[in-house]
């Protein structure tokens, strides 16, 4: 409250000092513009008695002026932020504030030359505008002199010089703690080329980024293209990241006019923005139907997928919809989000395990879901290969007690999101994750849900993932550490995997394993590399990397189909069903009760019996289906 006060206190003082600036400003306007008519000769001015004029004239021209300056906004106005609408403003305001000096006057009886209101007008106009020039200039001296008081400003080059320069170098100049000086733009666009944008010189186009920022010894690059294509924007910053220099991106312009973000959220540009191809854009309109008013139900609703199913669920507006998650925090987290962005969404936070049969069943008992979202699972690779029987206690099991409720208590649609682990798999989690797919294609056609499950590969910041593992190294000075050079992986964003998810269940005819196109693969290492870039560092210079081998149950390269499936296209290029294998309910059974036999048995056991049992028969193997797309045409591993 005190801070409130002080401040607006402070834009009072600043106003009055603006009116008597502005009063010193209106008679000598009225002075000179007499003297320009008389050509200078204060002789002719008195004899002709314009002085006694400007003497009798100089309260009610002052009076009418400061009036119409108020009426036109000349002291709400912004004059940091100053355009053409000031100034046109300020010229309406000199004309009729000349016009009543004029009308005043000559009520008074007192002369005053014909041509007096045409060349006060311009006067008045003129000095004026340059007043708000000089104000802003010295108030953005003045905060350029406070923002470099903890130290210099960083030196800092922009990529565009469109609307979104503009926008950012106006914040920078006039944000008091601002750290950032601009020095150079950046523009592909020829006609731009050597122009100045409020000042600052364009000195080229994409060829000269790395140039430039030798040159001026740039330390941070702003991405100000914000409605540029995916494809571009990967290419620019690709070359940016050769700099050397931080490299941050400016907020989508409809989120800056939406008041959704400010200039001040400008923020560094992520791995993301260096995926390599352009992000999957995707209308979930498909699934709508599924989704509208119906009860939703996601497991493991707090994690990483988990919460991106409950945002892109809430907004098709669901009847209720219900987090199950047996940590608390997540599941607060994302209840407390929807909350705010979704007040009337009838939601339902529920913890628990789905370990646990009998709570599993009282949640499906007292909800009876629609539509399940099946994302609760161990997948820490390396941490499953030391406690097998957890993951088959929670992965295998725990996806057994959701979908034999889902079917008992007639839920309408099941989907299991599944992983490229599951695939030939070399590791406990991959292959708990093909018991999970087995026992959901099982229950198919036993009850009246659809049950499908949904495969894809690594998301992009996920928890444990090697996202927030490779900037927590960078924070801490290195090293990095990559488990191979030659190690790749299939990666999207989280929002556009959860996409494809539910539109994938808009394809459900029930029994699906569906594969998401995940692009190329991305090499692991040279991932690592840009981030270090990303973050103004060279690597094996400023940063090591190193090399510690593959972990236990590591692949080299992940794979998102089995020898013996085929891709069948679905309506949406990037979801293809993979057809497989199918088990019997009682075969299922078989290898549960195997697997319950090796729960508490020495690791190496477990280990060996969970890889046995998911082995795919070679005579049971399908022939790729008529029409199927052969999978080596489409996955490059």
Known sequence: MKSDKKSNAGHELRILGIICIDILIINLSAFLAIMLRMDFSIEDVAVHGFLRTLRIGALPGTVSALLMFKVFGLYSSAWEYAGERELISMGFASMCASALYYMAVKLMGCLFPR?????????????????????????????????????????????????????????????????????????????????????????????????????????????????????????????????????????????????????????????????????????????????????????????????????????????????????????????????????????????????????????????????????????????????????????????????????????????????????????????????????????????RTKYIAVRFGNVLGSNGSVIPLFRKQIAEGGPVTVTDKRVTRFFMTIPEAVSLILQAGAYAEGGEVFVLDMGEPVRIDDMARKMIRLSGFEPDVDIQIKYIGLRPGEKLYEELLLKSEGLQKTDNKLIYIGHQVMYTPQEIEEKLETLRGVLYAPNAQVRDCMLGIIREPADLMYEPIPGAVNPADTIEV
Do not use: W
């Not at 350029?144 to 320069?165: F, P, V, W």
């Open 115 to 447: 041509s007096f209101p045409f060349i006060y007008t311009v006067v008045l106009f003129l000095i004026i505008a340059a007043s708000r020039v000089a104000y802003r200039q010295v108030r953005r001296n003045i905060i350029s002199h406070n923002a470099g008081k903890d130290g210099k400003l960083r030196r800092t080059m922009l990529i565009g010089a469109g609307d979104g320069a503009v926008l950012v170098i106006r914040d920078l100049e006039n944000n008091p703690h601002a750290k950032n000086r601009v020095l150079c733009l950046i523009d592909d666009d020829p006609a731009k080329r050597g122009t100045r944008v409020r000042g600052i010189k364009v000195v080229g186009g994409r060829d000269k980024i790395v140039e430039a920022a030798k040159r001026y010894d740039i330390e941070d690059i702003i991405f100000c293209i914000p409605s540029a294509s995916d494809k571009l924007r990967n290419e620019i910053l690709e070359i940016c990241s050769r700099t050397g220099a931080q490299l941050k991106t400016l907020p989508s312009l409809d989120k800056l006019i939406n008041g959704e973000l400010t200039l001040t959220q400008i923020k560094n540009v992520s791995i993301e923005d260096l995926l390599g191809r352009t992000q999957v854009h995707t209308d979930n309109a498909a699934i709508r139907d599924k989704i509208q008013g119906k009860t939703v139900l996601v497991t493991g609703g707090g994690g990483s997928i988990g919460s991106e199913l409950c945002r892109q669920v809430a907004a098709l507006s669901p009847k209720r919809l219900i987090i199950f998650d047996i940590y608390e925090n997540n599941a607060y987290d994302i209840q407390m989000e929807l909350r705010r962005r979704y007040p009337q969404l009838d939601l339902v936070t529920l913890i628990g395990s789905v370990r646990e049969e009998r709570r599993v069943r009282y949640v499906f008992d007292a909800y009876r879901p629609d539509v399940v979202c099946h994302a609760a699972a161990h997948k820490h690779v390396p941490l499953m290969e030391d406690s097998p029987a957890e993951a088959i206690k929670n992965n295998i099991f725990g996806t057994y007690n959701v979908a034999k409720a889902a079917g008992d208590f007639g839920t309408g649609l099941f989907i299991l999101i599944s992983t490229d682990k599951a695939v030939n798999p070399t590791n406990v989690m991959g292959a708990s994750k093909r018991m999970c797919e087995m026992v959901v294609q099982s229950m198919n056609g036993q009850h």
